[in-house]
């Protein structure tokens, strides 16, 4: 008998040694069946494999090579591989399902035509700045530019551009309130 009793019962499996099934499955059950849960996420569905994964070991025991890995690392395989065939075989959900499910939040027309508006008011706004400075404020709130990025783009001292950004945001504000 080897330090690998597991793989011993497996072996006799092979031979077709009923009694050693019946010890192979109250030595493993516990574990596979928590194996198979994990994956497949439901008790009956989980169940059902099980005894599935039983069904293989039984029928491919003689496939079982000690020499290549422990017996319950095999099972653990075995079952795994079923539980995934499981998962990959249930009905997926088709995009017209799933799109009945989502939520239409594209703005209604009242909403577009408000923020067409605003957007015409911001780049009125926008004409009302030196056009060096409209040009920071988009590279800073647009483009995402960082004050030394765009410090360096205009020929400015860092201070300099932080003063054009403040300025010009204060001065959209004030546009924008009128």
Same mark, same amino acid.
């Given at each position: 008998?080897?330090?690998?009793?597991?793989?011993?019962?497996?072996?006799?499996?092979?031979?077709?040694?009923? $009694?050693?099934?019946?010890?192979?499955?109250?030595?493993?059950? #516990?574990?596979?069946?928590?194996?198979?849960?994990?994956?497949?996420?439901?008790?009956?569905? $989980?169940?059902?494999?099980?005894?599935?994964?039983?069904?293989?070991?039984?029928? %491919?025991?003689?496939?079982? *090579?000690?020499?290549?890995?422990?017996?319950? =690392?095999?099972?653990?395989?075995?079952?795994?591989?079923? #539980?995934?065939?499981?998962?990959?075989?249930?009905?997926?959900?088709?995009?017209?399902?799933?799109?009945?499910?989502?939520?239409?939040?594209?703005? %209604?027309?009242? =909403? %577009?035509?408000?923020?067409?508006?605003? #957007?015409?008011?911001?780049? *009125?706004?926008?004409?009302?700045?030196?056009?060096?400075?409209?040009?920071?404020?988009?590279?800073?709130?647009? *483009?995402?530019?960082?004050?030394?990025?765009?410090?360096?783009?205009?020929?400015?001292?860092?201070? =300099?551009?932080?003063?054009?950004?403040?300025?010009?945001?204060?001065?959209?504000?004030?546009?924008? *309130?009128?």
């Amino acid at each position: 008998m080897s330090d690998d009793p597991v793989a011993d019962l497996i072996t006799k499996c092979a031979g077709g040694d009923r $009694a050693a099934f019946r010890l192979l499955y109250r030595a493993t059950a #516990a574990k596979l069946m928590g194996v198979l849960l994990r994956i497949l996420g439901e008790r009956a569905e $989980a169940e059902d494999a099980l005894q599935e994964v039983y069904t293989r070991v039984w029928l %491919r025991a003689g496939r079982f *090579d000690p020499a290549r890995g422990r017996g319950m =690392t095999w099972l653990v395989a075995v079952s795994r591989n079923l #539980a995934i065939d499981r998962l990959r075989a249930r009905p997926s959900e088709t995009a017209d399902d799933a799109m009945e499910t989502v939520p239409d939040r594209t703005p %209604r027309a009242e =909403t %577009r035509l408000v923020a067409a508006g605003e #957007a015409r008011r911001i780049a *009125d706004c926008f004409t009302t700045l030196e056009p060096d400075r409209a040009e920071a404020v988009r590279g800073a709130y647009l *483009d995402g530019l960082s004050y030394a990025d765009l410090a360096a783009r205009h020929a400015v001292p860092l201070n =300099t551009m932080r003063t054009w950004l403040r300025r010009s945001l204060l001065k959209l504000k004030e546009c924008l *309130d009128r």
